[in-house]
């Protein structure tokens, strides 16, 4: 179900309750735990951040944030308790989030990254197919240009036999997320989207995963964004809450 | 009251500037009733639609402010401009100057987040969030003894106010940390800072203006012209700090 509302936060992403339903393929995992199949995925962001709301600290919402009191220090705390490894360790920059092998002996990898360049004729096509509007080609490449993080999931294909490397092989944006920033102490998550021919695999919770944990690795403590009704929920599952403390999200004289 | 809001903090909300000047003085901050026509005025379109697809640009803004009667709206906002000037009874004069392009002394600042009360940060971090900052919007008070001349180094010049934005200099702005102080509230001055800071941006071509208030300040942004929830849109935080 593709959800035509143009959000910011979210877009063309269906809402995903438990990933482990949707995964059609089999395949091994880039993170050193026990999982075959069915696979336990870790996005780096599990049940650890739970635990971790449990324990913070019962301090007003922007009195804490603001004392900047809450570091990415805290956050890796917390982690030692939750079963991954990896948690501890900084994001690489670029890794592969997902490998499998379709039923033609293709292999397909699905790549993480919050470092790549992203191409604005790609990232065209791709808001295209989810159905957003035409944006100017120029503003696009000065948001992406301005944004403190751009992650990207990009999909390469190798036919059985080849290198993954070579290039002649398919290397296509299919996800993206970006966030906004002071680069001290707050970051606003905008478009988000994830190719159609790609959703319901977990792959926009593993995106915003991710983001979330590049920032809080940057010492950011504060993330939000404005999400449009119908994926609130995905959010939350994300541990997104609104309205905290009845916080208000307002627009500026917003175009009905 | 004062609240710890990233979009507002330590301001009175105003529901009339004018019943606060003690003095008589002709404001104009910019955007008067012809805002709201525009607002009748523009696309119903859907929100994200029209945002996302930039048509809405200042051009448009300025086609309305025509109907308005204030010759200002056509021109560019000045950088640094006086807000207010009055004189006091002992004959000091005083000048409130909005500013769009000031260095803002992190330890003028800090000073300031004190008064209001908000917990104390890290100024390295302070810094580097006023660097990072699209637009860092000021308000200065500076004082002069009757007879002296304003720019004199002796003379007094304070932050009394100040609110910043995040941007991707394209499409989004986001108003973060508004605080006036707390001697200089209750005069219509946050109201004008956000509405400059607002102004500014529009002029820039950034077509979507958001914040997060909290909820004692909500009514506050509403008379500026800001909307929460549009179209069931909700701002979320991740895991905040309960």
């Keep these: 179900m593709q959800t035509t509302s143009s959000s910011p936060a979210l877009c063309a992403i269906v809402p995903v309750d438990c990933v482990l339903n949707h995964l059609p393929y089999p395949y091994p995992y880039p993170y050193p735990y026990p999982y ?27 009195e804490s ?50 470092g790549a360049e992203v191409d604005v004729y790609d990232l065209q096509a791709l808001c295209d197919k989810v159905g957003w509007p035409r944006r100017p080609l120029s503003k696009l490449a000065a948001a992406l240009r301005n944004s403190y993080m751009v992650a990207t999931l990009h999909s390469i294909k190798k036919s059985a036999g080849e290198e993954l490397t070579e290039p002649s092989n398919e290397k296509k944006l299919i996800g993206m997320a970006r966030a906004t920033s002071d680069h001290a102490f707050n970051a606003t998550i905008w ?11 977990g792959l926009g919770k593993a995106l915003i995963e991710k983001l979330i944990r590049a920032l809080l690795q940057r010492d950011i403590g504060n993330i939000s964004l404005f999400a449009d009704s119908k994926v609130v929920e995905f959010y939350r599952n994300l541990g997104f809450e ?8 307002m627009f500026w004289y917003p175009r009905f």
């Design 36 to 62: 075959p199949y069915p696979s336990t995925f870790s996005f780096g962001l599990s049940t650890g951040s739970r635990r971790l709301k449990l324990s913070r600290l019962q301090a007003g919402f922007w």
């Design 65 to 114: 944030i603001r004392s900047g009191l809450i570091k990415n220090n805290s956050t890796q705390v917390i982690e030692p308790t939750s079963s991954s490894q990896e948690d501890e360790e900084p994001l690489p920059e670029e890794f592969v989030l997902v490998e499998k092998t379709l039923p033609d002996g293709t292999i397909e990898q699905i790549i993480f990254s919050s």
């Design 191 to 201: 478009d988000v989207l994830v190719d159609p021919s790609y959703q319901g695999q």
């Design 242 to 249: 609104a309205d905290p403390e009845g916080i208000k999200g």
